[in-house]
């Protein structure tokens, strides 16, 4: 239990230390990895608070050939000024925009690494600054290559759209014709329902016609050959 005990203080002891780095402009870089998302190039846009004396530093990995475009605006805190300095992967500063309320850097990286972007505060003592970054980076090489499959994709998805839109276009004439042959199809039904009614009330009725007919004649024949028993003068008929 003691050489445990012992063990955690230790470890938290070792947790505890600061950790220190080598003092250069803009600070260290840890190593990392950025994911473009399979695209030639990647972009970021965010605001940022820049404390009273201090800086702020953001550290972008830049293809070799590649453009670097850094667009800044200082939208409250103080007179609205604030130093910008863009620093190369060799620590060297690159450009440096000295009390600037809005600007923008472009730069064409002449060798690959991680170049670090750095809002410098120091100068304002007591007022905090809110800057707006917006920062990009591509190949324009790769770009137009990526811009050009894009176009191609679209091409291929302008080409099954309208494949699909003449499919929806049939589809639509063959529920035209499904309508029309349903509204015949009951146009139909109701002409033979009515032949069928008419056909049958006529029917019964010259049925009708002809029983009356035949009662009328039998009566009529019968009438004639009627013959009374006895004579006008009431004597019996030999």
Known sequence: MAATIDLRTLVNFFCLLPITFPEKLGGSLPDFEFDFDALPGTQHEFKIVVKAGKEECFVQKVAQGANLHIQFEVLRGGDRSINVVLIDPNYQVIQHLPYQTDGKIDHVAVMFG???????????RFAEKLVYIYLVTYVPEEWSKYLQEIQSVSASVQNF?????????????????QSESRMNVIM???????NNKYIVYWSIFQICVIVCTAVFQIFCLRRLFRVPNITPTSKPRA
């Open 114 to 124: 991680a170049y670090q972007v750095c809002f410098d505060n120091t100068a304002s």
């Open 188 to 194: 139909d039904w109701y002409l033979l329902t009515g």
């Open 161 to 177: 759209t309208g494949a699909l839109a003449g499919v929806q276009s049939s589809i639509e004439k063959v529920k035209i014709h």
